[in-house]
């Protein structure tokens, strides 16, 4: 049978639709090459600081046992022995395991410690490797990908590792707090063990939320990667979750789960240990209320401990594990003059670094640029009118509301009308007042500020004593 020539034509036309579409699709959906690379980058960076506050804090631990055991040993030598000798070796094995893999281990441990965020992240290279269609073909784009699971696995690694130090640290402080309790002048030993365990799992915990910042490539790359119906295939059967309950797709979860106390499982089993009834019921709920509340109070108290046996026994300084870069803050404000006989109005534009010296408070640096802009309406013109110094102090009374005070120099060469030499071309400013601070977004915070300088009337020409600001913050 012979088809008519205009079935061939339109059959080619549909062909060719389709390729297009999907050349299109493939191109729109490519990940590209700098989302590989900023994955590798942010994995060797974090790998390294992990080493570096690992290796440190055993270094650290092992100087302080070596020293109990000094000052033990001349009390009780055998005990001394028994109780630090093996002890500083295995924080020696520790060390120097820090600088390899965790071998066999590597497997549980790495994903346990990685946590959802890095589980995602290597889970979606591993998709990609797989799925290579969906990467740009740009050259080298293969060798990129070795690179970045190659950087992820090790960074696992590490972070893996770290875990057994926390562990390991956890339980020992606990069992040298036990056997040193008999012992006297080992109190300021063991509290600077403490804190170096608590700042230890702090940083980490830092260093981890640092690293769920995503960048602009890997934010992209991963929603054009989660909207693909064969990587929520893919999670189901290779995440944390399903290599830790062995879960492989739907239909095999409910037999993986198999064993797992059920909810009424759970109600039967506190059923026959205290009885049922309307009383027993009543006891269970009183219980679990009051257990609910002290939980939420420890939790508000210490709202970054992932262990109860972290708990600290000092009062920790919140600031201590951020970074120098960390703890900076810049911003920009405006503040406007109105115009008088000797100055048209003018707009201070402003701008800031804060360095963040407790939680609650910060001190920081800032240039100023006087800009002239007529005297009304209809006499609007831009001119440069002078500059400003400042310096400022930041304190948190209450919620949203700061307590902020500064000095400042302001430079106005130019008066109006002003005898030669009457003006003060250079005036200095005393300033404090409250502002109030709200959130834009993620990353931006606006303030308003209400000053009073107190050193106006030595201002020649006088100027307005009360200054109103508003800026932001990032």
């Given amino acids: 049978m012979k088809f008519p020539c205009p079935f061939f034509l339109m059959l080619f036309l549909c062909s060719f639709a389709a390729h297009a579409q999907d050349s299109l699709m493939q191109k729109a959906t490519a990940i590209p090459g700098k989302y590989l690379s900023q994955v590798k980058q942010k994995s060797d960076k974090m790998e390294r600081e992990v080493s570096k506050r690992s290796e440190q804090a055993l270094s650290r631990f092992m100087k302080q046992e070596e020293k109990m055991k000094r000052r033990l040993g001349k009390i009780d030598s055998l005990k001394a022995n028994n109780l630090f000798a093996h002890s500083i070796d295995s924080l020696g094995s520790l060390k120097s395991r820090m600088k390899g893999k965790l071998g066999k281990y590597s497997g549980a441990l790495s994903q346990a410690g990685g946590g959802p965020y890095l589980d995602s992240l290597g889970n979606s290279l591993a998709f990609l490797k797989q799925s290579k269609g969906l990467l740009d073909q740009s050259k080298g784009i293969t060798d990129k990908l ?169 009062k920790p300084k919140e600031m201590k594990t951020k970074s120098f870069l960390q703890r900076l803050e810049f911003g920009s404000n405006i503040q406007f003059q109105r115009s008088n006989q000797f100055f048209p109005t003018t707009g201070d534009l402003a701008g800031q670094a804060a360095y963040k010296f407790n939680k609650n408070g910060s001190a920081g640096i800032g240039l100023s640029y006087k800009l002239g802009m007529g005297t009304g309406f209809n006499n ?50 005393g300033l404090i007042g409250v502002s109030k601070k709200y959130k834009i977004n993620s990353k931006l915070k606006g303030n308003m500020m209400v000053l009073f300088d107190f050193l106006y009337n030595q201002h020649v020409p006088r100027t307005d004593p009360v200054k109103v600001r508003l800026g932001y913050n990032f």
């Fill in 380 to 429: 609007i013109h831009f001119s440069g009118q002078g500059m400003g110094i400042r310096s400022f102090v930041d304190w948190k009374l209450k919620g949203t509301f700061f307590l902020n005070g500064g000095y400042e120099q302001n430079y106005q060469p130019d008066y109006a009308g002003v005898p030669e030499g009457l003006g003060q071309k250079w005036t200095q400013s």
């Fill in 146 to 314: 070795n690179g970045s699971l190659k950087s992820v696995d090790n960074l696992k690694d590490k972070l893996a590792q770290a875990e057994q130090i926390k562990a390991y640290i956890r339980e020992r402080k606990q069992l040298l707090k036990e056997q040193l309790a008999q012992y006297t002048g080992f109190t300021k030993d063991l509290q600077k063990m403490n804190k170096e365990a608590y700042y230890y799992a702090q940083q980490l915990k830092e260093y981890k939320e640092v690293f769920k910042d995503k960048k602009k490539a890997e934010q992209k790359a991963m929603e054009v990667i989660k909207k693909i119906p064969a990587f929520n295939d893919f999670m189901q059967k290779h995440s944390q979750l399903a290599s830790l309950f062995n879960i492989q797709g739907a239909t095999a979860s409910a037999q993986s789960l198999e064993g797992l106390q059920t909810r009424t499982q759970v109600e039967q089993l506190i059923q026959q240990r205290i009885g049922s009834g309307p009383n027993a019921g009543a006891a269970v709920s009183q219980q679990m209320a009051e257990a609910r509340s002290r939980f939420d109070e420890l939790k508000s108290k210490f709202p970054d401990l992932d262990n109860a046996a972290e708990m600290p026994d000092f």
